[in-house]
């Protein structure tokens, strides 16, 4: 365990300026805090602190971040407050502690909940100062070095997958590549021990075995680098164990076939000199092809620079050499800790600069709930990525499986919402395109245009998934309130009622309603019916009987006039949010229609001739009259048709033919059944409404080619 001089000492040799008083209050104050604690190894609590302040102190932090770490826990465990931090060592100190305590006072229902919750917490933080991060990551390190302390394997296994999950990819996204192979390597051997203990028993076998052959690769390199003026350092770095799993794993080979278990790096001056250095290597080396990148013309999005480049080497081995220039090692080393050192790029009060940071923000804005803000953190983060352009030529980094819709939202949320198309190196694509590397996109916009509940199922990136639930659970709000509301109105209609909403105020409770809307809510998605309400409003069979309520509305005849509607208008609903079309009949503007009420997802549409409603005969409630609006075939929906066609050539094309002429367009086209002479299919067609799917069926009985044809009943 350090010592207390020590300690200051170190801080000093890199830090002259720093607060020595302070750093030795720091030491003292949480010494005495956490006073007899004990950690599950028996060591005395306050170990870890010092521990903590110590990994901070490998990457030359300024003092307040390691006052911080001595104090970390000391709200937490201790009977210290906030209030007692901030008087002895100052806001700033304070804000920090804060931003690195768990939540321990907020009753949560699970422990996927309290980490939910805590990483929320944490980002919120960081993103104010970037070193309530940097002591975090300290902190989780220490632990999962003493992890094996813990009895409990359960807990072990949770806290390895969520460094896993959370904290590494957390330290490889600001650069500190070395601390993330740690936190990996160790989570690692505590969720597959059996894989570790394998790989690292090759590795040693490997070090016995080409010790001589490394030495001989770095001098090789040294003297064709020289004999070219190029001074550089050469040396060998292995791959963790854990890296080479997963690289066994994603390409599904063995471990003889990793190629880079060592990588060789160059390091030179100049950024000038690490072209020239690669110009040597290509040029006395075949390269292996599609292994290079150029991480220094497009760095990523952590600040990582260097050239990567695959080449069949001295000895004729394959081997990985990433050439870099000394500022950019020192980055890659340290990540944004390097920047306290030399003071350049970056406020180090400060993550918002960060645009990985911006878009945990903006997922945090719009996720529902901690759980759901998780979730879609972990999506971010995903190591392997793709590098797409806009038209302008700004880089933008996206996970590898990232699709257009995904490069939309990273453009600009409101991008993201109104895109209506995708152009990825010139031409048109759908926006569930996969990208990849180099694609240049342009997004195509349009005002009018918003979210598809239909995108979620092709985005990939946090952000875009965030965003398009967070407009699906708004919408589909205002979709169930415009429905029960529909549906109430019609209710009162049939009763000889003026409809009025303060006929709800004294029901509301009934219903487990806080306002009117949230009834309406509650009618739209099916959780109560149109009829049930009703009922509460007016109870009661005989006008004579009614509530005081009831009596407040005018009775009117029962006779209707003849322009009132009692059926519920769909106009205007979203298909796939309160209003769903039913696959089994594929109803169309001029169909009769009824709706059945499903709990919790509100009406499906059924023509009234559906087989399927024979399900609901014993459900009455659960019908609801519902009607087109004088405008619906104003867009296209698909009717399904089932088609017998000759088995001859040209048949399908001349099929097609008459359906385009007959301004149709061919959805979905499977076929059910086949024999010497004929072809059975099942054919979705996109048309305005019952009339042009039943010209289009007629015009279909005229071709010579076809045998049949028949609209699907389900």
Not at 77 to 106: H, N, R, Y
Not at 665 to 682: A, H, P, Y
Request: glycine share 6%; net charge negative.
């Amino acid at each position: 365990m350090i010592r207390q001089f020590e300690l200051v000492e170190t801080v000093k040799s890199y830090d002259p300026s720093t607060d020595e008083d302070a750093l030795n209050r720091a030491y003292v104050f949480s010494m005495r805090a956490h006073g007899n604690q004990k950690r599950a190894s028996g060591d005395p609590y306050f170990s870890h602190p010092l521990e903590v302040a110590g990994i901070l102190t490998g990457y030359r932090l300024d003092s307040n971040s390691i006052i911080t770490a001595l104090l970390h826990d000391t709200i937490e465990d201790t009977t210290a407050t906030s209030s007692e931090i901030e008087e002895q060592f100052g806001e700033e100190v304070a804000q920090l502690v804060d931003g690195v305590t768990k939540l321990t006072q907020i009753e949560l229902q699970s422990d996927q909940s309290d980490q939910a919750e805590n990483f929320r917490k944490l980002v919120l933080a960081m993103s104010e100062d970037i070193r309530v991060l940097l002591v975090k990551l300290a902190d989780r390190l220490h632990n999962m070095r003493t992890l094996h302390f813990i009895e409990n394997q359960d807990k072990r296994r949770r806290i390895a997958l969520e460094t896993m999950e959370i904290y590494a990819p957390l330290a490889e996204r600001i650069g500190m590549q070395e601390l993330k192979n740690e936190l990996e390597d160790l989570s690692f051997g505590e969720l597959n021990p059996d894989a570790r203990e394998s790989i690292n028993s090759r590795l040693e076998f490997l070090r016995s075995e080409g010790k001589d052959n490394v030495d001989a690769i770095i001098k090789e390199l040294k003297e064709t680098l020289a004999h070219r003026t190029i001074k550089a350092e050469v040396y060998g770095r292995e791959k963790s164990p854990y890296s080479i799993w997963r690289k066994t794993q994603k390409k599904n080979i063995s471990f003889e076939l990793v190629s880079d278990i060592i990588a060789f790096r160059i390091v030179v001056d100049t950024i000038d000199d690490c072209y020239r250095a690669l110009g040597v290597i290509h040029g006395a080396y075949m390269m292996v092809p599609g292994r290079f990148k150029d991480y220094i013309s497009t760095p990523k999005p952590n600040g990582y620079q260097s050239l990567h480049t695959g080449i069949i080497g001295p000895e004729r081995q394959r081997i990985e050499i990433q050439i870099r220039a000394r500022r950019m090692h020192e980055v890659a080393e340290m990540g944004v800790a390097a920047h306290w050192e030399y003071k350049q790029n970056t406020d180090p009060k400060t993550g918002r600069q960060y645009r990985w940071m911006q878009e945990l923000l903006d997922i945090l804005e719009h996720a529902a709930n901690p759980d759901d803000f998780l979730e879609h953190t972990k999506l971010e983060m995903f190591p392997d990525q793709v590098f797409s352009f806009t038209p302008k030529g700004e880089v933008i980094a996206l996970p590898a499986g990232a699709t257009a819709i995904d490069f939309a939202y990273a453009v600009h949320s409101e991008v993201g919402d109104t895109c209506v198309g995708a152009k990825i190196n010139g031409r048109p694509m759908p926006l569930r395109t996969e990208l990849e590397n180099g694609d240049q996109v342009e997004i195509i916009t349009s005002p009018a245009q918003t979210p598809s509940p239909t995108w979620e199922n092709f985005a990939t990136t946090g952000k875009a998934r965030a965003r398009i639930r967070r407009f699906i659970r708004l919408r589909q709000r205002e979709e169930y309130i415009n429905l029960g509301k529909s549906i109430l109105e019609r209710g009162f209609q049939k009763e000889g009622y003026e409809f009025a909403e303060k006929a709800f105020d004294e029901i509301l409770t009934i219903f487990s309603a806080d306002s009117v809307d949230d009834l309406y809510a509650e009618v739209g998605a099916g959780q109560a019916t149109g009829r049930e309400v009703i009922e509460a409003v007016f109870p009661g069979s005989k006008d004579s009987n009614r509530s005081k309520v009831a009596q407040l509305f005018r009775r009117r005849s029962k006779k209707k006039k003849a322009d009132e509607k009692t059926s519920v208008p769909i106009k205007g609903l979203i298909p796939g949010m309160a209003l769903h079309f039913a696959g089994c009949c594929h109803a169309l503007p001029g169909d009769r229609i009824v709706g059945i009420v499903t709990k919790g997802r509100g009406i499906t549409i059924h023509t009234i001739d559906c087989e399927t409603l024979e399900e609901f005969a014993d459900t009455p409630e659960r019908w609801v009259d519902v009607a087109w609006e004088e405008d619906a075939n104003s867009e296209r929906r698909a009717g399904r048709v089932e088609i017998v066609v000759t088995n001859e050539p040209g048949s399908l094309g001349e099929l097609s033919m008459v359906i385009a002429k007959n301004n149709g367009n061919i959805n979905n086209l499977k076929i059910t059944n086949r024999s010497q002479e004929f072809f059975d299919m099942s054919v979705d067609i996109e048309v305005h409404d019952i009339k042009h799917l039943r010209n289009i069926i007629a015009a279909l009985r005229a071709s010579p080619v076809i045998n049949s044809v028949e609209r699907s009943r389900g």
